[in-house]
């Protein structure tokens, strides 16, 4: 496996090896650990002291379903700290079938200068110049620069917003149908990105230079053996059904999808947004409801939402654009909630931040809640970089300072998703206490703290979260480091899933990997983003949540987070 080292500042492009503290690593574990070790915390996220990095999973490219998960690693101007942000599509799988550990992007082009970094079948790099491209849409790029290095690469890109450096502009990458619609879409990535001068990486499709697996027939032994019990698995087949839009109803019915800005538990026009009504929405126009958005997909959790005509509007509508788009702004009409997805997806935005970011200004009074032509026009003007764009360009923090409004549910500066921590006490600890800022994919408790899906903890009592939110989140950064997607993870709950997953790693890498040796894996990570952290000067005051969780008690339990400080600062206490 090879790093590819691009340097902006002078345009060099070198291919090294992989060092050997790096070995054995990658995806998220690669991202951080390197981060850690190089990028001066006190920098500016958008200087040319940053590094971004592009690092696809130790198991992406092998013959595993669901490992096409791509980490993209850098010190966020959104947080000011460590950011891994995960994407899925083809390029994860692409650059490992070429034998890529990484793409590690250093310096910054001279200012007026913009770059696309071409990858050929036979991994070596070209940067390649862009300037005609600044401030395009990603569906039109892509459709571009398809239509001239052919439609067999991948594409990995900036919309406007990353172009801007907008502090949640996302980096969006092509699904196997090669369209932007996959985004990495945490953490302003895509201003990173943008502040690089680098507008897109077009991958060739066709490499075959892939890491050699130490043991291959243990390693397809041991696949073969794990993709037959995700084939089985009654999780997988409610994903194929109904996508993760299935969670709008139970999640609602818990009384925890924050709505109209965390205001209210339950929303009101959940039954006009829910996953069965998008499902059926879909058939009943001819779009996809069960798409495969990523590589070697076998639970096909996109889809492809399609207007009245059958005309197609955007691809993987999902549970979190829903909640952001829909529920927090109180806009109930999927065809305004798919418009505002393909927006985001075209210029290049975080859905959640964005969809945040317009509820604390409808919070405010800036507009009514429900006003779907109004969120549309506010994305728009993020595209356009007018001067009430660029406030919105930089989250809800920004909103609510611009508006004097209390009401911002942010951690690090980073919007909450689709679980109100006052009805899911575990997801408390997960969004005070994660390296990322409010995060869900860091450390998904949900399953632990409601009945329906297993739980057995009092979702509003204290008593346990603190020990099932500091085990999700080690867990999840050893997942995000193998590249495999959070759903195909649930392979590893029973005691032969996991035993045939460690083998698999054990094959790749070639030599014996057990629970002890996950267990050192996951938590090198997580140390690794919490020094970097310490370092760039957060301490424990950081790990909170905005008084409003405290304060202000969620409709229809009327419940607050009771979880102490004392208590959320021993979710590390190693």
Known sequence: MS?????????????????KEYADLGGRGLTSIMINNDVPPACDPLGPENRLIFAPGLLSGTSLINTSRLSIGAKSPLTGGIKESNVGGTVSADLARMGIS?????????????????????????????????????????????????????????????????????????????????AAGRGGMGAVMGSKGLKALVVNRQGDRVDTIADPEAFKEASKFYAGIMKDSPHTKGYTYLGTASMVSPIN????????????????????????????????????????????????????????????????????????????????????IAKLDFLCDDIGLDT?????????AMDAGHKEFGDGQAAIDMVEEIAKGTDFGKILGGGPVAVGEHFGHHRVPVVKGQSISAYDPRALHGMAVTYATSTMGADHTAGWVVGSNLAKFGGKLDPFSAKGQVEVSRNAQIQSAGYDTTGICTFANGGTRSPDGLKAFFKMIGAKIGRAFGQAEWDELCLRVIKAEREFNRKAGFTN????????????????????????????????DF
């Open 3 to 19: 790093f590819l080292r691009i340097n902006m500042t002078d345009k060099t492009v070198t291919v090294e090896g992989v060092p």
């Open 102 to 182: 990484a793409v590690i992007v250093d310096g910054k082009a001279p200012e007026g200068e913009y770059y696309i970094l071409k990858i050929n079948a036979q991994g070596e790099p070209e940067l390649v110049d862009a300037q005609e491209f600044r401030g395009m849409r990603t569906y039109a790029l892509v459709k571009k620069l398809m239509s001239i290095h052919g439609e067999k690469n991948s594409v990995t890109c900036i919309g406007p917003a990353g172009d801007l450096r907008m502090p949640i502009a996302s980096i969006q990458t092509t699904d196997p149908d090669n369209r932007p619609c996959r």
């Open 253 to 336: 019915e818990a009384g925890a999808f924050p709505s109209y800005n965390a205001t209210q538990g339950r929303f009101d026009k959940w039954e006009k947004v829910s996953g069965e009504t998008l499902a059926k929405t879909i058939r009943e126009r001819g779009g996809n409801p069960s798409h495969s958005g990523c590589a070697q997909c076998i639970i096909n959790c996109s889809n492809e939402f399609v207007d009245k005509q059958g005309k197609f509007v955007t691809s993987g509508l999902e549970y979190e654009t829903i909640w952001s788009m829909g529920g927090m702004t109180g806009v109930g009409d999927l065809d305004t």
């Open 352 to 360: 959640m931040s964005a969809g945040v970011a317009i509820s604390v």
């Open 541 to 572: 005051k950081d790990d909170r949540l905005p008084r409003m969780f405290y304060e202000e008690p969620l409709p229809p339990h009327n419940k607050v987070v009771v979880i102490s400080d004392e208590e959320m600062d021993t979710t590390f």
